[in-house]
C-alpha cells in the first residue's frame, strides 16, 4: 500500500463546476497537508497548505483535511479553463528523520473545458 | 514565497556521461530537497541537502550515483552520474521555509540517449 493515494484521472469537467479532488493517507504521523498544481513543463506551484482537521479556504480553493479518516480533499469552486492541471496532494513528515520530506500522490489531471 | 531558479532548464546527453544541475534560492534556507519526476509520474525524493552537513538519500538513492553538494544557504547542485536512458526525468529542488511552506524551483529537465 502506498502512503499517499490519490486517484489519477483523468478528469474533465465544464467551466464553473465545483471539482473535488481527493487523496488518502495511511501514516498517522503525517502532521501537514499540502496541495500542488503543476501545469505542463513547470515546476508544482503550491496552492494551499495546512495542518489541522477542518477547512481551509483561500478564494475559490478550499483544503478539507479529516485526520480521523487520513482523508484529504481540494474543493475548487467556479472552475476556469485556466485551472486545467495537475494536482498534487503531498503530506510532510515533521518529526525525526521524515523532517520536512514530502509524500506525494500520484497526481490528478484536471481538465476545465470551456 | 521564495524565488528559486535551476540551471539548466533542459539538456539532452550521451549515456555514460554526468550532469550538474544547479539551484538557487533568492534567500538563505536551511533546509533544501532534490526529486525526480519520471515522466508521466509524480515526485520521489531523491535526497536532503542541509548546508553544514553531508546529504542525506532516500533508500534507493545512493551518493556514488547522485553527489550532492550544499556549499551555502543559497545554493545546492545535484550530479547525475554515469548516466543511462532510465535517468531520464526532470529533477527539481526544494526549499522549506519555517517548516511549513516548501516551494519548488522550475526543473530541469533530462533527456539521456
Known amino acids: 500500500q502506498k502512503e499517499v493515494e490519490q486517484d489519477p484521472g483523468p478528469l474533465s469537467v465544464p467551466e464553473g463546476a465545483i471539482v473535488s479532488l481527493n487523496c488518502t493517507y495511511s501514516?498517522?504521523?503525517?502532521?501537514?497537508f499540502m496541495w500542488y498544481r503543476q501545469y505542463s513543463r513547470k515546476g508544482p506551484e503550491l496552492l494551499m497548505y495546512?495542518?489541522?482537521?477542518g477547512n481551509k479556504e483561500d478564494g475559490r480553493f478550499t483544503a478539507q483535511v479529516d485526520k480521523s479518516s487520513k482523508y484529504i480533499s481540494l474543493f475548487i469552486r467556479d472552475s476556469q479553463p485556466s485551472d486545467s492541471a495537475t494536482y498534487l496532494c503531498?503530506?510532510?513528515?515533521?518529526?525525526?528523520?521524515?523532517?520536512?520530506?514530502?509524500?506525494f500522490g500520484q497526481g490528478t489531471i484536471l481538465t476545465v473545458h470551456p | 514565497s521564495a524565488v528559486i531558479s535551476q540551471k539548466p532548464s533542459r539538456d539532452i546527453c550521451q549515456r555514460g556521461t554526468s550532469l550538474t544541475i544547479q539551484c538557487q534560492v533568492d534567500?538563505?534556507?536551511?533546509?533544501m530537497f532534490w526529486y525526480r519526476q519520471q515522466p508521466g509520474q509524480s515526485l520521489t525524493l531523491i535526497a536532503t541537502?542541509?548546508?553544514?552537513?553531508?546529504?542525506?538519500?532516500e533508500s534507493g538513492f545512493v551518493i556514488d550515483k547522485f553527489p550532492i553538494s550544499r556549499p551555502n544557504l543559497t545554493f545546492s547542485t545535484l550530479t547525475v552520474s554515469n548516466m543511462s536512458p532510465e535517468d531520464s526525468s526532470i529533477y527539481l529542488c526544494?526549499?522549506?521555509?519555517?517548516?511549513?511552506?516548501?516551494?519548488f524551483g522550475p526543473g530541469t529537465r533530462l533527456t539521456v540517449l
Open positions: 503531498a503530506i510532510k513528515g515533521v518529526g525525526g528523520t521524515s523532517y520536512g520530506k514530502l509524500t
Open positions: 495546512t495542518y489541522s482537521s
Open positions: 526544494s526549499v522549506d521555509r519555517q517548516g511549513d511552506e516548501q516551494f
Open positions: 534567500s538563505q534556507v536551511t533546509m
Open positions: 541537502a542541509n548546508q553544514g552537513s553531508e546529504a542525506t538519500y
Open positions: 501514516n498517522s504521523a503525517f502532521q501537514y
